[in-house]
């Protein structure tokens, strides 16, 4: 093993098993204390996995929450202002009852870059810290990204946001601005979209903060509106994209919301979203496909959280889907538990919906 930047690498060895205890823990019930639980993740034995924006991984186990793991991010810039940094996104290994990998995806302590990292999971303690990926950081607060999934395919899936630089998102050869692709080891597919050594999945985005992937593969992202980026109005037109494809070309920043044009006076050809707020602010973070069996209302449908707005759920339409609004806590992720309840947070709690 070595040691890079303040993470032990390495690949556990043959012993490690020795420390994997059989679990099958009941899903939480109620109300969990949670420190700005960015993202949640439930493992295949029934445990919760959650991360805290400020650096720590925790899971439910035994009845109680307990440290998982810890990265040395920042959640604020290096001058004490508002920033979008931090512990942002979290995956289960989809292989997870043979490799006990679980990932994560942090903001660098040095402001320069962010990290794909894995663990291994030993008896909810993560050792053999690896880190899979790096990407720029951006020289200010935000447009960070930094949501991660696995799709069906096998394959993890990491967003990206612009860095406020919106050109970006349109160039397929930048990783800024993008839905990327990335085998579990975090090395690059050779069936990617724009070539075996480019992780780009789809791309012109602005600043994807919610991932979604249904049982059958659909895979929905949720985006922060323009807030006056590259000549765009102040507030509103968040999107929900219900369908992101292999080698998609989206709008941001030739258009915002329901293809409202910016510089240019088309949308250069690229998708529009299946919903926009419009002028309405919503703020969208964390996502979920609710399957048949999920709670009443809910089940059959996605499901996103919204910083202002609490949980939306979304009903396809042609042209565009429309929302209603579910509890007001749902601020910063969901996830639907093996029990079919959905979990939701916000900056201090993790609530349940039965």
Known sequence: MTSTAGIVTGTPSPTANACVAPLHEPAPTGTIGANFATALAFAPDGRLFWTERSGTVRVWQNGASRVF???RTVTAESNGSYSERGLLGLAISPTFATDRFVYAFYSDASYRTQHVIRWYDCNGTGTHATIIATFPAGNDCCHKGGRIAFGPDGKLYVTLGDEHDAPSAQNVSDVRGKVLRYNPDGTIPSNNPFGATNPVWAYGFRNPFGIAFSPTGQLAITMNGPS???????????????NVTRGAHYQWPDCYGYSHPLAASTCGGGLSPSWSSEASTYVPTGATFVDASGPSGYA????FCSYDKGMAIVTAGSPFASVRLGPSGCRLDVVEGPNHALYYSDTGHIYELA
């Open 69 to 71: 793991a810890k990265v």
């Open 300 to 303: 059959g449908h996605l499901v």
């Open 228 to 242: 006056g980026d590259a000549g765009s109005p102040g507030t509103g037109y968040d999107t929900l994209f219900l």
